[in-house]
């Protein structure tokens, strides 16, 4: 498992009280491992809450909610505390990606959350589309409370961009210099003067773009990989387009299947690095990065990608996929690109790197952009609207 940010690791207010994984239940068909597996889970989870102090608030994220919001419930009566549930998604839509809409464990996860969500004292939701689904469907009144980048999400100076980048080179190809320069320290996209000790970015460098991902079904990876072919072709036809480098961070269940993928495209002027990262990390390579790509398509529509929140906070730009609720948070020609197809995203992609890395032109006027909306942090934000509440 990933540990958490060292910010959420130093805090006093902060204690991480860890669940066992449960291991060994795959006896017996699906249905009843699934059902054990609930079981269980409640029993383990209304223990540990209830060895600690006795809190005034409980505060949930929802999903993952089964068995989460039923267990923090009875937590909650039986000291006398007010639940929040803190509505990213719906779990029921998401699993309906794999089991269809229709399935009978997804009709009991609806009516489950549906049931539960009405109990709690207080609702926070992450879009306005949300807010509305909530009260339409379920009859849940709650605020809205976007999500917003944490303080360390920002522009990173050259200084760091080298150090992160030799650092990277250790184990990835992609950010090794194209060319050693013996009276400089040298990665892919910058070079250390060996006398001065002055970082300077490397001249005919290639754009750096990235993607993060959970690697689950609502994000369509293969998307990416095809508008990447068409890059490659408008290279080989002429186009004056920078080599790319693309970094794809994350981990989940179909890493391997794309992997596969990507193993099987010969290009030559593009790379594709799919890294694990340290919490200290991510942040760092998204303040350096030239580009953000997002293939997040909510299972409800109605939630948005918390990493597009994270590379705004970086004043990156994002050309992100198309979904009901998306214009919220990208301002299309403004902050970013929306497209529906690879082929599009293609066209985006050639039109922001012609040139590159001349300063004018889109890609700068959007960061500029961003620059400039200087946008409330995740503790203001919270102190805006949630304290109000409490």
């Not at 998307?223 to 036809?237: H, Q």
Request: charged fraction near 25%; charge should be positive; include cysteine.
């Amino acid at each position: 498992e990933t540990r958490p940010h060292r910010d959420v690791l130093r805090s006093e207010n902060i204690r991480l009280v860890p669940v066992a994984e449960l291991r060994g239940l795959r006896v017996g068909p699906k249905l009843f491992q699934y059902i054990l597996k609930v079981l269980v889970q409640s029993v383990q989870l209304l223990y540990t809450l209830l060895r600690i102090d006795q809190p005034s608030y409980i505060l949930l994220q929802n999903p993952p909610g089964l068995p989460s919001i039923a267990v923090a419930w009875v937590a909650g009566l039986l000291w006398g505390s007010k639940l929040i549930i803190d509505w990213h998604n719906y779990g029921y839509t998401i699993m309906g990606l794999s089991h269809g809409r229709s399935h009978p464990l997804v009709l009991v996860a609806k009516w489950y959350e549906k049931l539960f969500g009405r109990l709690s004292d207080y609702n926070l939701c992450v879009t306005d589309a949300m807010k509305k689904d909530l009260w339409v469907n379920f009859k849940i009144k709650a605020v809205t409370l976007y999500d917003k980048p944490a303080s360390y999400f920002k522009e990173t100076p050259l200084d760091l961009q080298h150090n992160l980048y030799m650092k990277l080179a250790k184990d990835y190809e992609s950010f090794k210099p194209r060319a050693v320069n013996p009276s400089a320290e040298r990665s892919a996209f910058t070079e250390r003067d060996g006398k001065s000790g002055n970082v300077v970015k490397t001249r005919g460098r290639p754009a750096l773009l990235i993607s993060s991902t959970s690697w689950t079904e609502d994000e369509d990876f293969s998307v990416l990989l095809r508008a990447l072919e068409d890059y490659e072709r408008f290279i080989k036809e002429g186009a004056k387009l920078p080599a790319l480098v693309c970094v794809i961070t994350g981990k989940g269940p179909l890493k391997d299947y794309y992997n596969g993928l990507i193993q099987k495209l010969h290009f030559k002027h593009i790379q594709i690095c799919t890294p694990w990262l340290e919490a200290e990390d991510y942040p760092l390579l998204l303040g350096s990065a030239d580009l953000g790509v997002c293939l997040h398509k909510s299972s409800s529509g109605l939630d948005l990608p918390m990493k597009v929140v994270d590379m705004f906070g970086c004043c990156l730009p994002v050309c992100a996929i198309h979904f009901e609720c998306l214009h919220e948070l990208v301002k299309h020609n403004e902050n970013g690109l929306i497209f529906r197809d690879s082929k599009e995203l293609a066209e985006q992609l050639k039109m922001l790197f012609l040139e590159f890395p001349t300063l004018e032109g889109k890609l700068h006027s959007f960061r500029e952009n961003l620059r400039a909306s200087r946008q409330l942090r995740w503790d203001e934000s919270w102190d805006q609207i949630v304290l109000p509440l409490l």
